[in-house]
Every structure is written in C-alpha cells, then in structure tokens.
C-alpha cells in the first residue's frame, strides 16, 4: 500500500475586522473605557491651550526642564540603540544556556515600580553602592548627576525597544541572511545590509516607545538623581514642582507631553499601517 502524502501546510490567514455592526453591549463597554481614556486627555488640552496658560511655557524653569529632557532623552535613545539592538538580535536568532533567565531581566523593568528601579539603582551607583563607592574614589560621582537622569530612563525605557525589535529580529526568515551569506556577505554585513532594513518598523516602533517611555521618566529619576533645577528636573519633575507653585506652569507642560507623546503614537500606527501588505477581501 502506498504511503499517504503528507498534509500540505497551510499559513495561518490574518484575521480582518468585521464590518458588521457589533453587539450593542460589546459597543456601549467599549466606548465607556474609550470615554475614560480620552476625557482626562482631552479636558487638559483644552485647559492647556488657553493663552494665559500657554505663556507658562516660557518660564526658564520651563524651558530649563524641556531642554534637559531632550538632551538625556536623546542619550537615552542612542545608548538604547547601541546596546538594545545586539542583545534584541541576540534573543531572536539564538538560543544558549540562561536565555529565559535574560528574558526576564530584560521584561523586569516594565512591570517593576519605577521607585524600586531608583532606589535599585541608587544601591548599585550611589556614592556608598555596591560600583558608586569605588568610581567615587577615583572622582566619579554619578547618583544626582545628569548622568543619573539618563541612566534612570536608561534603565526603565531600553526593554520596550529590546521587546519590539526582538520581534521584529524573528520574524525575518533566516532563509534571506543565508541567501546573502552564500552572496558573500559576512555575517556582519547580512545583518547590516539584509536584516536591519526588514526589521526597521519594529525598530523605530520600539524606538518610540523607548523615547517616550524616557520623556515621562519620573519615579526613579527623583529617586536616583533628585530635582534639581537645570540639573535632574526634567519636564515630569518640573510638573511635579509646578503643582505647588504655579499650576498653570503645571497644566501647560502636561499638556504638552500630551501632544508630544499622542503624536508620536500616531505617527507609529500610521506608518506601521501603511507598511502591512493588504488583506484579502
């Protein structure tokens, strides 16, 4: 008796989004989340572009802290992109002794409180920490430094550009960098000039997230490196003290992280649509 062919494979079809009117339950709980999501946002806009409180983003501490929250933040992103993108490539092409183990660590700072990152991190870089005491008595003082700031959002933002380039890093067949390793690449050259271009969107999607994530810093800032004005107070700093002193200041620079991290949202989903190939009908 001849043997059976084996069952041809078929690939998983993606799952499009009915057109059809949903349950009326399904919609009223819906929009209810979808109404506590956009309400608070959508009342502090309107709050903050009101002239009177739009001039108080011309304060110096203003200004001070929206200048310092770029420059660490673009640290931040460029530590993120040298460092993240290895160990992304690492977790999705290899597999070695401790890999859950790493995993874990990379997913910890995502769900750990960002109090506990500050005072981990002060334990481990403060002046009497467990690497802080030796770089202190060769001169080197980093707890409460700008260099905390950034090591700080270091710390809590590079997971969400690891996940989402990690992802991205697999979903790449390694059937293209094998076509061009026979081309004559090197396996350097694969990733460069192969790998990275198919998995650009994961990695500006990631980092993204990791920029923003960075921006809205603010529990293991303070705790790692203070608030000091011009120094450590970044924008989420600066709200913070504005509260108590000026809540104008305070409302005009919510409202402009707001934008700032909504748009950049945005521009991740739209372009990320505008790449996915079209469904079928």
């Known amino acids: 008796m001849p043997p059976r062919p084996a069952p041809k494979r078929t690939?998983?079809?993606?799952?499009?989004?009915q057109r059809?009117?949903?349950?009326?339950?399904?919609?009223?709980?819906a929009s209810l989340l979808i109404l506590f999501l956009a309400l608070p946002v959508a009342t502090l806009l309107l709050r903050a572009v009101r002239p009177e409180v739009l001039s108080a983003l011309t304060l110096p501490t203003a200004i001070d802290a929206l200048r310092l929250s770029l420059?660490?933040?673009?640290?931040?992103?460029?530590l993120t992109l040298l460092l993240g993108t290895p160990l992304a490539y690492l977790l999705a092409r290899y597999t070695f002794p401790g890999k859950r183990l790493v995993e874990a660590?990379?997913?910890?700072?995502?769900?750990?409180?960002?109090?506990?990152?500050?005072?981990?991190?002060?334990?481990v870089f403060g002046r009497r920490g467990l690497l802080g005491a030796p770089l202190a008595e060769a001169g080197i003082d980093l707890?409460?430094?700008t260099t905390a700031v950034v090591l700080a959002q270091l710390f809590v933002a590079s997971p969400f550009y690891v996940r989402a380039l990690k992802v991205a890093f697999a979903a790449v067949p390694r059937s293209v960098e094998e076509a061009a390793r026979i081309d004559g690449a090197d396996q350097l050259g694969a990733i460069r000039h192969v790998t990275l271009p198919l998995a650009l969107p994961g990695m500006i999607e990631g980092s993204v997230l990791?920029?923003?994530?960075?921006?809205?810093?603010?529990?293991?800032?303070?705790?790692?490196?203070?608030?000091t004005a011009g120094r450590t107070r970044t924008m989420p700093l600066e709200i913070y003290a504005a509260l108590e002193r000026d809540l104008d200041a305070a409302i005009a620079t919510s409202g402009l992280l707001a934008v700032a991290a909504f748009a950049l949202f945005?521009?991740?989903?739209?372009?990320?649509r505008a790449s996915e190939p079209p469904t079928a009908p």
Not at 71 to 78: A, H, K, P
Not at 266 to 272: E, K, P, Q, S
């Open 11 to 17: 690939t998983p079809q993606r799952t499009t989004p």
């Open 20 to 29: 059809i009117a949903p349950p009326p339950l399904l919609l009223l709980a």
């Open 71 to 78: 420059l660490t933040t673009s640290l931040t992103l460029v």
């Open 105 to 123: 660590l990379v997913d910890l700072p995502v769900v750990l409180p960002p109090v506990v990152a500050g005072v981990a991190l002060l334990l």
């Open 143 to 145: 707890a409460f430094t």
């Open 210 to 227: 990791a920029w923003a994530r960075a921006l809205g810093e603010f529990g293991a800032t303070i705790v790692f490196a203070g608030s």
């Open 266 to 272: 945005l521009a991740v989903r739209l372009t990320g």
